[in-house]
């Protein structure tokens, strides 16, 4: 059986007691944590796959077109 790579953004934020939280703007509610960004990396991918495994061949989708999403900065006066 032939698998199929699919790509997604990840998206890591530095915590501040150390380590990274990670997830997959794409696959709702996938998410995982590490204490170095490698391990992070790691967890997310096995998270990701744990995800779709759940899921059958007609709802499996690559992420979006990786270049469209950008992260900005945006302040908010409260």
């Not at 796959?49 to 499996?60: C, G, K, P, S, V």
Request: net charge negative; with cysteine; proline share 4%.
């Amino acid at each position: 059986m032939k698998k199929k790579i699919l790509q997604y953004d990840g998206v890591f934020e530095k915590e501040a007691d150390g380590g990274y939280s990670v997830w997959i703007p794409d696959l709702p509610g996938c998410a995982s944590q590490g204490d170095s960004l490698q391990e992070a990396i790691s967890n997310i991918k096995e998270a990701a796959e744990l995800y779709l495994e759940d899921a059958t061949i007609d709802e499996i989708e690559e992420g979006k077109t990786h270049k469209d999403r950008f992260i900005v900065p945006v302040s908010v006066n409260v």
